[in-house]
């Protein structure tokens, strides 16, 4: 099943606490941005976090990236769906049975269910790590892709991955597998702790679905100036 999306600009909500984050989002005014919450805030505020954020008409990605047994997998997304957040994600190491199964648990009765996607490998493994730590002896382009397609199988809508992994996403896996993207810096000289960064203007060119923006928006000095410059360089 393909669920209808626009492209969009996801903001970070990397804060340590609701009344933070609340703050933050009050300067947006009557405007709505996707927000996406992580393990940091939904661990410290719980589910009330979601629904507070939610109630106020923002899309949220709850980035939690599930890991576990399938039947775990399907008991946690089935507590998710009544959160009615917007997208999630699971690990792709997981398995094919692992994401099935997480599908399952966040379809709700008539069908309906948010995006789902999958993260391949992260960002802070390095090749050296893949190949001597987690003996994976695959190039990592190899890794992702295979990931990328045991995700497509199970069901998944898409992954997260790098703008410059975007490209050969879409040729292996469709061009409607969806690529939420972050690494996002308006400047490719900022990169704090990113390794590999790209440019809003950038990650349109290279046929992005969602770039995700943490940083260069929150720790603006004009977060909603930040945001909007985010928007019509990569939507236009
Ligand atoms: O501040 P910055 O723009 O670097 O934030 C990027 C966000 O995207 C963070 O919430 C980070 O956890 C998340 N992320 C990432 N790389 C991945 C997966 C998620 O930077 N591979």
Redesign the pocket.
Known sequence: MSIKHEKDVII?C?FPDGEKTLDFLALFGSERPFV?I?MELFYSEGPDIVKKIKARGHKIFLDLKLHDIPNTVRGAMRSLRALDIDMCNVHAAGGRAMMEAAVEGLTRHDGSRPLIIA?TQ??STSPEVLQHELLISRPMDEVVMSYAQNARAAGLDGV?CSPLEVKHVHEVCGEDFITVT???RFSCCDM?D?ARVTTPALARELGSDYI?????ITASPDPVGAYRRCLSNFIG
Do not use: E, M, N, S
Request: proline share 11%; net charge neutral.
């Open positions: 970070a990397d996406k992580g993260v992260l960002t997260v972050p690494g996002i704090d990113q995700v923006v943490g940083r260069p």
